[in-house]
């Protein structure tokens, strides 16, 4: 597992953010991810806002949230290790907050 900090190119979202890991996400289907070595490009059509996850095991948490019931089962069955789970919660939120992800 990689234990480079993740960084989601997106604000974290802040005190009383609507972002629920306890909730159902999926990618915006106004968002494309382009797989690169380091992670991928994310590119939102509507905003035009081009973004980097920039972890493999990332890319495959959020394409893996619409087939899971909520964010922590995502992040397991990506086989996030549990001391880096808190980070993947972080990034994804702010995922959730420049609307990379949205709720399902």
């Given amino acids: 597992m990689s234990t480079k900090p993740l960084d989601a190119s997106a604000t974290v979202a802040g005190p009383g953010s609507a ?7 999926r990618c915006s289907p106004n968002v494309a991810l382009r797989p690169e070595p380091f992670g991928a490009l994310v590119y939102d059509f509507v905003t035009r806002k081009l973004s980097f996850l920039k972890t493999p095991e990332l890319v ?10 909520d964010v922590h089962a995502a992040i397991s069955a990506a086989g996030v290790a549990e001391a880096q789970r808190p980070a993947y919660v972080k990034a994804l939120a702010g995922l959730a907050e ?3 992800i949205e709720a399902r």
């Fill in 60 to 69: 495959e948490v959020v394409k893996g949230l619409e087939n899971h019931p």
């Fill in 98 to 100: 420049s609307g990379t």
């Fill in 19 to 25: 972002f629920d890991p306890g909730s159902a996400y």
